[in-house]
């Protein structure tokens, strides 16, 4: 019987170290994936470290290749781009996409692709049910899921890690959304499926996730229901200028739900005139086993 092809895309910045653990771990992790042709495509987001991918060992995953963005865009962008470039290059493929630092278990890789393959018209998520930051991102990481359910309503509870056969890729990649935030694009343009788990430890180093890069990225996931978030603007404000409260509360609340607004036309904007060009882009295998 002639296997499935099992594409995983791991977007990469510089972490090669990480990466070459991951690789390992995922290689021993899917040696029960019997109908599955395993391969990894890494997305190189233009690191300024000399690429460095070890391949000793390897006995489960058939094929290693590499692609090297024009430019370091962001891990959305370099996700797009991969998934954009499997659409051009192959067809009938599942395809899994997970960061690179170890936060995404390759354990959990067998049950998200055993869904995929029973319900391939939807996207595996993979939820997150404990996280490892500290206290205060932890925090703020809720006040960000409670904040985007308010203005989106949707429950954002997922990030890169997700499965999905490449029907899917046309919906992921619909009007440019997932260059703002592969998440957000799924949960908009797709049916989901979701599983829990436990988020990894990094396998080096601590996590580079500041109070910056989270308010970033919450605007990011916001900035896809741009629309939805204009309209749940307006209406909170209609209902906080209806309410009898005192002028100062009032104005203050008003005040914030504006700039919420703003920040995320704004970071709508900025990211409106990017697009993915992948005519360029070139494959590099770094290791094929034809066994």
Not at 58 to 87: D, M, V
Not at 228 to 237: I, P
Not at 276 to 283: G, Q
Request: charged content about 25%.
């Amino acid at each position: 019987m002639k296997k499935l092809a099992h594409i995983i895309v791991i977007p990469i910045y510089n972490d090669w170290k990480s990466l070459n653990r991951l690789i390992s771990e995922i290689d021993k992790k899917i040696s029960d994936l019997k109908s599955f042709r395993n391969e990894v495509l890494i997305i190189n987001d233009r690191s300024t470290k000399k690429i460095n991918i070890k391949n000793k060992q390897i006995k489960n995953i058939k094929r290693i290749s590499l692609i090297t963005l024009q430019e370091n865009s962001g891990s959305q962008k370099a996700i797009a781009a991969g998934l954009a470039f499997i659409r051009k290059k192959r067809k009938n493929v599942f395809i899994t996409v997970m960061d690179g630092d170890g936060e995404d278990q390759p354990k959990e890789i067998m049950g998200m692709l055993k869904a995929s393959k029973k319900f391939k018209n939807f996207v595996i998520t993979s939820n997150r049910k404990k996280r490892k930051e500290t206290f205060v991102i932890r925090l703020l990481y809720n006040v960000h899921l409670i904040l985007t359910f308010l203005f989106t309503f949707k429950w954002m509870s997922f990030g890169n890690f997700t499965t999905f056969h490449s029907k899917n890729i046309e919906k992921i990649l619909k009007q440019n959304d997932s260059l703002l935030a592969h998440s957000s694009s799924i949960i908009k343009n797709c049916k989901i499926k979701r599983l829990f788990a436990k988020r990894g430890k990094r396998y080096f180093d601590k996590s580079k996730l500041s109070l910056v890069n989270l308010i970033e990225h919450s605007l990011r996931v916001n900035a896809v229901f741009l629309k939805r978030v204009s309209f749940s603007s307006f209406f909170y404000l209609l209902i906080l200028h209806s309410l009898n409260l005192e002028i100062f509360i009032q104005t203050v609340f008003s005040i914030l739900v504006i700039i919420f607004w703003a920040l995320i036309i704004y970071i709508e904007n900025k990211h409106s005139m990017s697009f993915l060009n992948i005519d360029n882009l070139v494959e590099t295998v770094y290791f094929k086993n034809n066994k």
